[in-house]
């Protein structure tokens, strides 16, 4: 599956964003899915996933009752809403997706082997 992740801008702190992420190429539904970002010269971290079985998501412990992760498998789109944005988020945060990866390398990277381009947050204080 290809990904395009859009969405991503200059806020201030406080405010929010929705960050969306379009599939295409192969069936949507029976992925798994996640964000995960990358603050310049720092490791691209975990955010939040999602199940194809749309079961309970997981997220970051930085991230937890701020963000929201969500997905339409009918319009193959995986959605990031975000809230309360505070400075530390600033990064480009990547859409990834695995058909095959499992629980505990959730929040792994190298353990996705689809990744979108990566679109830019910036949230100013």
């Known amino acids: 599956v290809q990904l395009q992740a859009s969405g991503g801008g200059l806020v201030q702190a406080g405010g929010s964003l929705r960050l969306s992420c379009a599939g295409s190429?192969?069936?949507?539904?029976?992925?798994?899915l996640a964000w995960f970002r990358q603050p310049t010269g720092k490791e691209r971290e975990f955010v939040a996933g999602?199940?194809?079985?749309?079961?309970?998501?997981f997220y970051a412990d930085s991230v937890k009752g701020r963000f929201t992760i969500s997905r339409d498998n009918a319009k193959s789109t995986l959605y990031l809403q975000m809230n309360s944005l505070q400075p530390e988020d600033t990064a480009i945060y990547y859409c990834?997706?695995?058909?095959?990866?499992?629980?505990?390398?959730?929040?792994?990277?190298?353990?996705?082997?689809?990744w979108g381009q990566g679109t830019q947050v910036t949230v100013s204080s």
């Open positions: 990834t997706a695995s058909l095959t990866i499992i629980h505990s390398n959730l929040g792994v990277p190298s353990a996705y082997s689809n």
């Open positions: 190429g192969r069936t949507f539904s029976g992925y798994t």
């Open positions: 999602l199940k194809s079985t749309n079961s309970n998501p």
